[in-house]
């Protein structure tokens, strides 16, 4: 337990805690906007009461995520200096207007939204929510810019020991952007879908003739129908893109110790690391290839084969991230894909053919379901960080080179309890206060009226 080892662990902690609640920001914000906009053209009033709603579970949840990411930031000064004075050029520019442009605008409008019910016109009400979404959505793609960049570095130069920006277009149009910003976008309607389908199910259960959350569980069911299956989609293609660019992190995910041709898929693997070799395995023959390439055949590089190759290009050491982690957390994400998959699927097709009442359980095993695209998120988020490792920055920094050089194990294993503790307990009152008032009537939960 050294200080890089604690460093990790924290960030990892951090991270992870912080990720709970930006998805759900990013996917109800939508649907919200949504609901008012029906509001606004149809003069429906329930439109309105669920905008109202759900606005007031989407303002807990958002103010949960401002709190735990203020330390994300920070951490890059005090745990990972030399990382910052490696990469500040290149960072300072897209960091500094993800909180100037778009966690202002974000937070700016949340608050006119707020605070401006029955103060201004509907339409300009609604144009507030919508610049909500706008720069929720931009914060995010920023972010994800500034991640992009540590997997897939582009539009820099390295002068003098640290990387400088010399193309921010370049920078703004990393390719892997497109691939993960698509999956982000996808993981968090299906966050929301399921979030809104959870409590609406709640609901009926007691009241099946509740108009309110039989619209709000249509809506989540239609959500979750569309962006359950394409966040398997763009989740694959970003796949495929890595396979050329981080072939180590999809060799780790497969536990693929040899380069294959066909490469087989593994359903199920007992993984030895030290010794390199599986102690039991269950594979797909060609079925890996097919994945990639669309055919019963192509090379797909092995650990092994890709660890000599790396020793070649950067020198003496390990470049072969932790896979048993990598492997599990990848099939965790797809195991949980699939399923929200499977139920919107069921809930759609008892909706078309009118049994939904019929089957209760499945209304009940929606409320639990609720956790199924935070385990993918978590999980997702994982495969991406732990894949990748030794490098922070891919190819240019390991990781170990990014810690601060003063650290003291003492210091950082303090900071790690602290944070570990303060997160847990925010994540107590999250869940508290969230559950408390999705449990309560439309009517006592409800952030303002026209």
């Not at 991230?321 to 599990?328: C, E, G, K, Q, R």
Request: glycine share 8%.
């Amino acid at each position: 337990m050294d200080p890089l080892i604690l460093s990790r662990l924290q960030f990892a902690v951090t991270t992870v805690y912080h990720f709970f609640f930006v998805p759900l920001t990013m996917g109800l914000a939508i649907l919200i906007a949504l609901m008012e906009t029906l509001y606004v053209r149809s003069g429906n009033e329930q439109y309105k009461r669920m905008a109202q709603f759900w606005g007031k579970l989407f303002l807990i949840n958002f103010a949960m995520g401002v709190v735990t990411g203020l330390v994300q930031e920070f951490q890059f000064g005090l745990n990972w200096s030399n990382f910052a004075r490696f990469v500040g050029d290149v960072f300072g520019a897209v960091l500094a207007i993800e909180t100037l442009v778009a966690f202002f605008m974000e937070s700016t409008f949340l608050g006119v939204w707020f605070f401006g019910w029955n103060k201004i016109s509907r339409y300009a009400h609604l144009a507030t929510i919508w610049l909500v979404v706008i720069g929720s959505q931009l914060s995010a793609l920023l972010i994800l810019i500034a991640n992009s960049f540590m997997q897939q570095p582009v539009g820099f130069a390295l002068q003098d020991g640290r990387l400088v920006l010399t193309d921010f277009l370049a920078l703004m149009t990393n390719p892997h952007v497109v691939y993960q910003y698509a999956h982000v976008f996808f993981a968090s309607l299906t966050t929301a879908a399921f979030f809104v389908l959870g409590i609406s199910a709640y609901h009926l259960r007691k009241n099946w003739d509740d108009d309110f959350f039989q619209r709000s569980f249509r809506i989540g069911l239609l959500c979750a129908l569309i962006s359950s299956p394409m966040s398997g989609v763009t989740g694959h293609a970003q796949g495929v893109h890595k396979l050329f660019t981080q072939p180590m992190k999809m060799a780790a995910a497969e536990a693929l110790w040899e380069t294959e041709n066909p490469a087989a898929f593994s359903l199920f693997s007992i993984i030895d690391e030290e010794n390199q070799r599986d102690v039991f395995t269950i594979r797909l023959p060609g079925v890996l290839s097919w994945l990639y390439f669309f055919e019963m055949q192509g090379e797909v590089p092995g650990i092994k084969n890709l660890q000599e190759e790396y020793v070649k290009q950067y020198g003496p050491g390990n470049y072969i991230p932790p896979v048993t982690l990598t492997y599990w957390s990848f099939r965790l994400m797809v195991g949980a894909g699939l399923l929200m998959v499977g139920l919107a699927g069921l809930g759609t097709l008892l909706v078309l053919t009118r049994r939904l009442t019929r089957v209760p359980l499945f209304l009940a095993v929606l409320v639990p379901a609720i956790i199924l695209p935070y385990i993918a998120n978590s999980t997702g988020w994982l495969t991406t960080e732990i894949g990748r490792q030794p490098w922070v920055v891919q190819g240019f920094m390991r990781t170990e080179q990014g810690l601060s050089p003063i650290l003291t194990t003492e210091s950082v294993l303090f900071s790690l309890i602290a944070f570990t503790l303060i997160y847990g307990a925010l994540m107590i009152v999250d869940v508290y206060l969230l559950a408390k008032y999705a449990r309560r009537a439309p009517e006592e939960t409800r952030v303002g009226a026209y």
